[in-house]
């Protein structure tokens, strides 16, 4: 439970903590500790509860809760209040609470003022629903308001009432034969499958089936880092491949089945690609039943996980010619090559940090991406080996990608490698502002002066308003903060530096909290990351 300091939730803090139930540590900040929070949901697979104040510190815990929502991260949400009869009446720290955050919440309740015996009952009952609704089915985070009147900090110390709690059991949803039946004959009669993996946790099993399954069929997977997949019979470098593809011949690489699952991808060049070069059926696997037709051509949607699907189609399909999967390593093949040919004789800049951050990273590690440039320069790059890849891709905000990897960390025995640019290492710089950094923590800042992110997409490097209202030029560094919170400080601009701070910082005798900030040139930057499109296209 993350609890931030208040007094309107004074009870509660009380409560919780008197109660010898709760695990409760204390984050000031209400958006980093809202961030905070999710990062510790994800490293112990379990719903973690945050609590505040009312006013204000409600809204702040609105950004992480969206995030958590488009990444089925469940958190349950548990706002102080006034009483209804002082909303709007010029109160104190007051505002409006009820259904705050109904856009991005499995579920919300606002408990009773009155404690009757039904009062009473009745809440019982509908914090059951908020429990059993963010982990059953889609995880999500729930809402629970609690209003509270004065007087708030007269402690007694009573035994808390016996509650009973109500359980919900889920049950496995197989396909049914001839649903298997179709599937496999449509399967076995297509020389193009492709199948894309989208963000998810680490499933051995999972990777070992799949890897099965296209031997036997000749399907191909596409996954970026984030898919936490990391067989070499699946496809990465998913950028670099479809630029090169855009050059060849695009309908030989058209999938005839498309089969998807898990969450979002990274790549826009993927996005477009496939809506133009539509398959003829796009099955989306989904417990939830989600109608996601990202690229435009979904037919039908398969009502369970992508490990009970394979499994029970890979004993119907046929083996088959690897033709198609073949045309598709050939090509990530080639263009690995060009990129590790690009990058080695490229100047020193963002994309040649990354690959040697990459290179560097310790195996059997976390890395949590930055969203912007860092995400999409480590995509590029290979992924290190054995390696759990994390990032805030559910809203794709810069504004708490820090403060979630240091929860996570929190919780974690691995080393933990948080891959930031500067303006959202300074956005989210309170993620260091709590007692629960561990020594497993890595922070490398990609300090190229701004938002350079902007000078490599389309569109913000033309306009009159770039340098001033895109790129926000940056002149602080990260020594400050490092010294401010107590964190070691490395620092290199150029790579023979790089390469002597990245052994200093993953150093097995290094046993401190410690931030590397590298130094880049922004125009070198764009050069660099422009050219490489061009170079593999040849």
Known sequence: MIISPGSRNGPMINTFMGSGLFNCRNVVDERSAAYFAMGLAQALQKPVAIVCSS????????PAIAEAFYLNIPLIVITADRPEYWIDQLENQCINQKGIYSNFVKKEYNLPLEE?????????????????????GKPAPVHINVPLE???????????PIIKAIDTNESVLDIDKASLNKFAAELNASKKVLILAGQQNPDPELEKLLAAFIEKTGAVVLKEHLANLNNDSFCGSIDTMMAAILEDVPADFQPEILITFGGHFVSKALKQFLRKNKATQHWHLSPANDHYDTYQSLTEIVQTDAKTFFTQLFPEVSEKNPEYLQRWKNKENRVNQLRDKYISDSRFSDLKVIAEVGESIP??????????????????????????FLSNRGTSGIDGPMSTAVGYASASEKINTVLIGDLSFFYDSNALWNNYLGENLRIIVINNGGGNIFSLIKGPGESPAFNQHFYAENKFKAQGIAQTFGLDYLSADNETELKNSLAELYSPTRKKPTILEVFTDAEVNTKTFRGLFKFVKQ
Not at 373 to 383: C, E, T
Request: net charge negative; proline share 3%; charged share 20%.
């Open 363 to 388: 195996e059997n590690s976390v890395v949590h991406l930055g969203n912007s440039s860092p995400v999409r320069y480590a995509l590029i790059a290979d992924g290190a080996k054995n390696t759990t």
């Open 55 to 62: 006013g204000t510190a409600t809204l702040n815990y609105a």
């Open 150 to 160: 004065e007087p708030l900090h007269d402690l007694l110390n009573e035994e808390l």
């Open 116 to 136: 009757s015996e039904t009062e009473l009952w009745q809440a019982a009952r509908e914090i059951n629903e908020c429990l059993n609704a963010a982990v059953s």
